[in-house]
């Protein structure tokens, strides 16, 4: 019979496919008390599916390639050293050697002993992190499963299917999208999670918040996903099935359609031009961007050149990196974005601190590389040497204070004194900015140009500071909302004061590459966008229906809402007066 359970779309599309349910947490459990003689036997059972879950991670690694890898690598790098946790390996050995747990019993006691502690802390951040601990504990689970029962092993083989879960680590997306997976559905999460970002770059349709999924839909039942209308259908009927062909047929249309805008001006119809810049951090992505007609890159992460290291990637490894990049966009600008570690980014060399008891509040992005001078030093001349190929400019994340900028201007100007005395070749200026991404930056954006360049809002954390709401956290996707009026007068506020002294401000969150909001940032005077150039067609399709002028009379109409939802109406209006 025809269900349809509904959902927040977190990446769009359809698809149709096979269920294939991952739910270790439903795992039968043997609750039976261990004898005596039965425990080191449980021990070694519990420490093979450790070592299984290790090895899993282990291959993960080595079988994701390119972007995915560096967009993931973070999250297996967390999930590995929970694995190897002293406190956690160690209250797993009592349960079972003293309190005579059975291995499956121990970890849904310990994965609750320890979800209980993240839930009752105040920051959001933390709290959110539970879902590591969920995914890791359900991997040793699942391994666990694996050793006695052959049916979980079908688990393993998931390519053409739908996944459907209570929650995916990034990781595990990335490597079954490169196996044929067709979607995801999961019981809990956020659209603005780090999965729900990956699935929107992979163009992988995602419902989140599918409440009864786990509980309504069974392995092989066919489904639906509809991550356009936010239902699954399960068992979809044969209107249903038109539907689908019929969606098919017109995204097909529309992608021939959209490849034509690759090499069209960015232009609103008023004809304003707009920048659209890509967010990039491979050549895979290099090469996107300029197949895509991007304007240059607005945001180039260097932090994945550390994430993949076991020790510091030296400075020519740097250059090289540094020079491919501007000579990979031909000319186009190139903005690099210095080391930005910190938080949820922990490096193998342990400059990022581990075990801050407020990471998302902690020493992260500038804030860390002023603590390891001569790390950031390498960086800098790596970047300076770079510069000479081609059109470029450096941004630093995380700036809280004028002083910081200042500081790193310091350290460019002895690096570049370094480099002249060694007879390097040097550019004869390089443009320095700032990320705007604390809520103290942006209101004192008056004192920060000053010593700027060019300013880059990073909405991602701006939003998250602002409004005290961890984006991945689905408990507050109530609170997280970036149509909230106050982050809209806060990026009003740097856009305008930027364009006062005539310096140019981009915009590099996530909602500059979602069309929903291009009306909105185009409203608040936004002509710079930065976005994962996968998006680049469909924002500057979206930017050729707008007219610039008349959404800039309606700019204070929306700085003046108090709420997010007359934000939406405002921008309702706006979009019905649209001409078909």
Not at 299 to 305: N, P
Request: net charge negative.
């Amino acid at each position: 019979m025809r269900q349809s359970l509904p959902g927040t779309v977190a990446a769009k599309g359809m698809c149709l496919g096979r269920a294939r349910l991952v739910q270790p947490s439903r795992y039968a459990v043997d609750n039976r008390p261990l004898g005596e003689d039965e425990v080191e036997a449980e021990l070694e059972l519990l420490h093979l599916a450790l070592d299984t879950a290790r090895q899993e991670l282990r291959e993960l690694r080595t079988k994701l390639h390119g972007a995915l890898a560096r967009e993931v690598n973070e999250f297996i790098d967390a999930h590995t050293l929970l694995l190897d946790d002293p406190e956690m390996l160690r209250g797993l050995d009592d349960m079972i050697r003293i309190g005579h747990y059975r291995a499956g019993a121990a970890l849904k006691k310990q994965r609750d002993r320890i979800a209980a502690v993240f839930e009752a802390m105040d920051d959001p951040y933390l709290r959110s992190r539970r879902e590591d601990v969920d995914q890791v504990i359900n991997r040793v689970i699942s391994a666990l499963q694996r050793q006695t029962t052959a049916e979980e092993r079908k688990l393993a083989a998931r390519v053409g299917e739908i996944l459907v879960a209570d929650t995916i680590a990034p990781g595990d997306m990335a490597h079954l999208a490169g196996h044929g997976l067709l979607g995801v559905v999961t019981s809990s999460g956020s659209p603005y999670s780090h999965s729900a970002i990956l699935a929107r770059s992979l163009d992988l349709p995602m419902l989140v918040g599918t409440r009864d999924a786990l509980s309504t839909i069974h392995d092989d039942d066919l489904i639906l996903l509809d991550a356009e209308q936010g239902e699954a259908i399960v068992h979809p009927t044969a209107q249903d099935l038109s539907r689908y062909r019929a969606w098919q047929r017109e995204a097909a249309l529309e992608g021939r359609r959209l490849a034509k805008l690759a090499n069209a001006p960015s232009r609103t119809r008023d004809g304003a031009e707009i920048k659209l810049l890509a967010n990039a951090e491979s050549s895979s992505d290099v090469a996107m961007a300029r197949a895509r007609g991007a304007d240059g890159v607005g945001l180039y992460r260097t932090e994945f050149l550390f994430l993949r290291h076991k020790g510091l990637p030296s400075e020519e490894e740097q250059f090289v990196a540094y020079r491919d990049l501007v000579m990979g966009m031909g000319g186009l600008p190139v903005t690099i974005r210095t080391l930005d570690l910190g938080a949820d980014k922990a490096d193998a060399a342990g400059i990022a601190l581990r075990g801050e008891d407020n990471p998302a509040l902690g020493v992260r992005g500038v804030r860390l590389s002023l603590r390891h001078p001569a790390v950031f030093t390498t960086q800098i001349r790596a970047i300076l040497r770079a510069a000479c190929y081609g059109p470029m400019r450096v941004l630093v994340p995380m700036i809280t204070q004028p002083d910081e900028i200042i500081a790193v201007r310091t350290l460019f100007k002895l690096a570049r004194q370094e480099l002249k005395q060694e007879g390097v070749d040097l550019p004869e200026k390089l443009p320095l900015g700032a990320m705007i991404e604390v809520p103290a930056a942006a209101i004192n954006v008056r004192a920060l140009l000053e010593h700027a360049d060019f300013l880059a809002i990073g909405t991602n954390d701006l939003a998250q500071y602002v409004l005290a709401a961890d984006r991945g956290n689905d408990a507050l996707e109530n609170v997280y909302n970036p149509l909230n009026p106050a982050l809209l007068r806060l990026i009003c506020h740097v856009i305008s004061a930027g364009r006062r002294v005539g310096k140019s401000v981009s915009l590099c969150g996530e909602i500059g590459g979602d069309v929903n909001f291009t009306a909105l940032l185009l409203a608040l005077g936004l002509s710079e966008f930065s976005m994962h150039p996968s998006q680049i067609l469909q924002v500057r399709d979206r930017l050729g229906e707008l007219d610039r002028s008349e959404l800039r009379r309606l700019a204070p109409r929306l700085i003046r809402a108090h709420t997010h939802e007359q934000v939406e109406a405002l921008l309702a209006t706006l979009d019905s007066a649209l001409p078909a």
